[in-house]
Structures are given as structure tokens and as C-alpha cells.
């Protein structure tokens, strides 16, 4: 079974700071992976996804992706944090093996500090 | 504007009670999900639902039951059975069944207190 795992479950970063939020996959095929934001007390929007196409994904509010299958990651990263960035971050994989359904981490809450 | 709506959003159960909470979608997407959400476990899924009429148990199942009647409805009880059912509850919809290159669109989320 594929599974995403999101390694630090709490970020802080200084506002203007690059912004790496870390992602590792596991799957046995090509992998279909998003990265959701989730502010309080509301549903997940889509930041980014990787679908073969590229393996650098620009996604919405400046944040992009690098799919590089020799690590088995896809970490977002933003070059400059703004304090509207701060929310929790999921990362997901689409399993493709007969259950079609996502697959989600534990997600990372980014803190942005003034 | 097409979505995904989520009702209510907040949601006080008793102890013993079943409730349901609603998810309705004008996307004309064919599959489904609900997932439950709890601080520092992600989101874990309870059902799915490729197509109507036709449903699947997720990760965590016990205590709750679907339908899907409707194509643009899915709704999610949360039975007596369901021994900690305080959680906030998301639902999604994309646009394929099988196809899993397209991403989730999820509604705002039902929080599910127990009092």
C-alpha cells in the first residue's frame, strides 16, 4: 500500500525565511502526490500536484514542489514566508493499486513569526 | 458557483444519539469520500464511493454508515456505536473513480462535538 509520511508535525520560520515543509512517499508504481493548506476550522484547499508531467510543480501563493524519485520525496518549499503562510500542510498520495482512494500524512502546522 | 457543502457546521451529539451529517456536490464529480480529522492524525477515511449505489468501508468504518443514493449526495451517520465521535468531519468529491491523477475538492467540514 503507497503512504506519505511528513516528517516535523510543527515548523517556525521567521516571516521572509524560506519555507521547507518535507514529504516522503512510498509506493511500488509512479505516484500521484498533492500538497493541501488547511487554515482553522476549514476544509483543505490544493496547493500544488504532481502528475508525471514535471517534477518541479508550481503551485498557488508561491509555493513549489520538486518530485525526486531517487529520495522518494516531494517537499514544498516557498523562497520567502509571509504570516498569511501559517496553517497546517498535508501531503497525499493517490493509491492507484484497486482502492483509488488518498492517502494523507499527519500534516505540518507552520508557524510564522513577525 | 459548483462545490462542496458541508452541513452543519457544527454539530452537539448526546451520548446514545446517531446523527447525520450532510454532503451535498454540484460538481457533477463521481466519487465521493468522508474522512474524520483529529489534532495530530491527519485525516483518516471512513467511506468511499466510486459511483452511486456503491460504497466501500475506509481505514476506520466501525461506527458510522453511508449511502449513496444520489450522485451529488453522500451523507455520513455517525451511530451510538462510534465510542469517540468528537471530530471535525470532512467530506470530498473528484471528478473520477478510478482515475487518481485528478485531486480531492473537499467542503468546509462539520466539527461533531459530544456533550
Known amino acids: 500500500a503507497q503512504s506519505v509520511t511528513q516528517l516535523g508535525s510543527h515548523v517556525s520560520v521567521s516571516e521572509g525565511a524560506l519555507v521547507l515543509l518535507r514529504c516522503n512517499y512510498s509506493?511500488?508504481?509512479?505516484?500521484?502526490l498533492f500538497w493541501y493548506v488547511q487554515y482553522p476550522n476549514q476544509g483543505l484547499q490544493l496547493l500544488l500536484k504532481?502528475?508525471?508531467?514535471?517534477?518541479l510543480v508550481k503551485g498557488i501563493n508561491g509555493f513549489e514542489a520538486e518530485f525526486k524519485k531517487s529520495e522518494t520525496s516531494f517537499h514544498l518549499t516557498k523562497p520567502s514566508a509571509h504570516m498569511s503562510d501559517a496553517a497546517e500542510y498535508f501531503c497525499?498520495?493517490?493509491?492507484?493499486?484497486?482502492?483509488?482512494?488518498?492517502?494523507f500524512g499527519t500534516g505540518t502546522r507552520l508557524k510564522v513569526l513577525a | 458557483d459548483g462545490g462542496i457543502t458541508q452541513s452543519p457546521k457544527y454539530l452537539f451529539r448526546k451520548e446514545g444519539q446517531n446523527v447525520t451529517l450532510s454532503c451535498e456536490q454540484n460538481?457533477?464529480?463521481?466519487?465521493m469520500y468522508w474522512y474524520r480529522q483529529d489534532p495530530g492524525q491527519g485525516l483518516r477515511l471512513i467511506y468511499y464511493?466510486?459511483?452511486?449505489?456503491?460504497?466501500q468501508k475506509g481505514d476506520i468504518a466501525e461506527g458510522y454508515s453511508v449511502s449513496r443514493e444520489k450522485k451529488e449526495s453522500f451523507p455520513l451517520t455517525v451511530t451510538s456505536a462510534q465510542k469517540n465521535p468528537t471530530a471535525f468531519y470532512l467530506c470530498?468529491?473528484?471528478?473520477?473513480?478510478?482515475?487518481?491523477?485528478?485531486?480531492?475538492?473537499f467542503g468546509q467540514g462539520t466539527r461533531l462535538t459530544v456533550v
Open positions: 470530498a468529491s473528484s471528478i473520477y473513480g478510478r482515475v487518481m491523477n485528478t485531486e480531492a475538492f
Open positions: 509506493s511500488s508504481v509512479p505516484p500521484y
Open positions: 504532481y502528475t508525471s508531467a514535471a517534477t
Open positions: 497525499a498520495v493517490s493509491e492507484t493499486s484497486g482502492t483509488y482512494k488518498y492517502i
Open positions: 460538481l457533477n464529480h463521481d466519487a
Open positions: 464511493s466510486q459511483i452511486v449505489n456503491d460504497f
